[in-house]
T-cell receptor, first 109, second 114 residues
Framework: RKEVEQDPGPFNVPEGATVAFNCTYSNSASQSFFWYRQDCRKEPKLLMSVYSSGNEDGRFTAQLNRASQYISLLIRDSKLSDSATYLCVVNNAGNMLTFGGGTRLMVKP | NAGVTQTPKFRVLKTGQSMTLLCAQDMNHEYMYWYRQDPGMGLRLIHYSVGEGTTAKGEVPDGYNVSRLKKQNFLLGLESAAPSQTSVYFC?????????????FGDGTRLSIL
């Protein structure tokens, strides 16, 4: 089993739709959780950290479920510019972050 | 604020040649990382450093060496390049204040080995 697993997609959604991604992690001792966004041929960029109580940043909402060991990202009112690959990232072992393989989102007009 | 800067941006090497990739950060971060990203494989950690003068192996260290002589710089070396090392290389840095913080990435080095 991979340490961090994501559905690779692609998720094809129309503009304005709400879309959600889940990510599961295997290490119950994980303490830091993040969502990154990566555009084609670009570097990953931090989208948001994920806190135990859940957190929201504009159209984006992140949730953490420690009991079931998954984190989620909800995007409301999708924009064309949201098209990208979304990476789930978990601190699995002290000084390292483990990246999921990414979920590709395509927002269509 | 430059953040994390990688040089060079692109490079083509012949098998057996050597080269060094440079990563520089101006955020005073203690932790620095080198990753490679291949199609369909996601990001894989090569080596990392938790401070000046320290280095440690990541998931795929073979064929690479690193050095962290100065806090702001993290060098990745290929002693004898192989076609399997054709990839996009990303450097990242982060802070650690009790919990490991998010990593800030450079914009990558595209390396082709012929």
């Amino acid at each position: 089993r991979k340490e961090v697993e994501q559905d690779p997609g692609p998720f094809n959604v129309p503009e304005g739709a709400t879309v959600a991604f889940n990510c599961t992690y295997s290490n119950s001792a994980s303490q830091s959780f993040f969502w990154y966004r990566q555009d084609c041929r670009k570097e990953p960029k931090l989208l948001m950290s994920v806190y135990s109580s859940g957190n929201e940043d504009g159209r984006f909402t992140a949730q953490l479920n420690r009991a079931s060991q998954y984190i989620s990202l909800l995007i409301r009112d999708s924009k064309l510019s949201d098209s990208a690959t979304y990476l789930c990232v978990v601190n699995n072992a002290g000084n390292m972050l483990t990246f999921g393989g990414g979920t590709r989102l395509m927002v269509k007009p | 604020n430059a953040g994390v800067t990688q040089t060079p941006k692109f490079r083509v090497l012949k098998t057996g040649q050597s080269m060094t990739l440079l990563c520089a950060q101006d955020m005073n971060h203690e932790y620095m990382y080198w990753y490679r990203q291949d199609p369909g494989m996601g990001l894989r950690l090569i080596h990392y450093s938790v401070g000046e003068g320290t280095t440690a192996k990541g998931e795929v260290p073979d064929g690479y060496n690193v050095s962290r002589l100065k806090k702001q710089n993290f060098l990745l070396g290929l002693e004898s390049a192989a076609p399997s090392q054709t990839s996009v290389y990303f450097c990242a840095s982060s802070v650690h204040r009790g919990l490991l913080g998010p990593q800030h990435f450079g914009d990558g080095t595209r390396l082709s080995i012929l």
